[in-house]
């Protein structure tokens, strides 16, 4: 079946635009997360929803950040004023959720460029 | 979530069994321990995970310690594919991650 999609792969901004970056999870997973990756570190804990809201969001840098899934499916980081500092992958993954052990099945990222 | 440690790069030849370590020794008794993999400009790839007994799978074998303070996963026959960084996480939902750095892992043929 399909994994998880994020669309664009790339996008190229410049430095105090608005950006949104979309995520299209796997069929029925109602669990999903988003992850900042910078060259040479690994994946950064951003927000976790489960359903329509943001089970946690504690991993969001500041108030520049924000992310939504209204409908408990497709979700869209959001970053407003964009920085040089905000250049990375942004990966998506979304799992089953619930209680117990969750695998997350990762998207290919969008590589988000801030000129 | 508990933090852990892994040798920032190893090598194995190719058809040899690759052993990467983790040590997680402030890991508490509902966490479960993943690993996860990651190719050059790829997304992670789950790769395995337990909470106290070993596990295996057609990827990969997962020992954990009887004090669960420290992980290897075993990739039995390694291949130039296996090339990647590994990354070991413990999580008590499998919610959010903390990856760290990872193993960089380099299959020699």
């Known amino acids: 079946g399909a994994g998880v999609s994020q669309t664009p792969s790339n996008k190229v901004t410049e430095k105090g635009k608005y950006v949104e970056l979309r995520c299209d999870p796997i069929?029925?997973?109602?669990?999903l997360y988003w992850y900042r990756q910078s060259l040479g570190q690994g994946p950064e804990f951003l927000i976790y929803f489960q359903g329509t809201g943001a089970a946690d969001d504690s991993g969001l840098p500041n108030d520049r950040f924000f992310a939504v899934r209204p409908e408990g499916s497709v979700s869209t980081l959001k970053i407003q004023r964009t920085e040089r500092g905000d250049s990375a992958v942004y990966l998506c993954?979304?799992?089953?959720?619930?209680?117990?052990?969750?695998?997350?099945?990762f998207g290919p990222g969008t590589r988000l460029t801030v000129l | 979530d508990a933090k852990t440690t892994q040798p920032p790069s190893m090598d194995c030849a190719e058809g040899r069994a690759a052993n990467l370590p983790c040590n997680h020794s402030?890991?508490?008794?509902?966490?479960?321990v993943y690993w996860y993999r990651q190719i050059h400009s790829q997304g992670p790839q789950y790769i395995i995970h337990g909470l106290k007994n070993n596990e295996t799978n057609e990827m990969a074998s997962l020992i954990i310690t009887e004090d669960r303070k420290s992980s290897t996963l075993i990739l039995p026959h390694a291949t130039l594919r296996d090339t990647a960084v590994y990354y070991c996480?413990?999580?008590?939902?499998?919610?959010?991650?903390?990856f760290g750095t990872g193993t960089s892992l380099t299959v020699i043929p």
């Open positions: 996480i413990v999580s008590y939902l499998g919610n959010q991650f903390y």
């Open positions: 993954a979304s799992s089953l959720g619930g209680a117990g052990s969750n695998e997350q099945f």
């Open positions: 069929s029925g997973h109602t669990a």
């Open positions: 402030t890991i508490s008794g509902n966490e479960y």
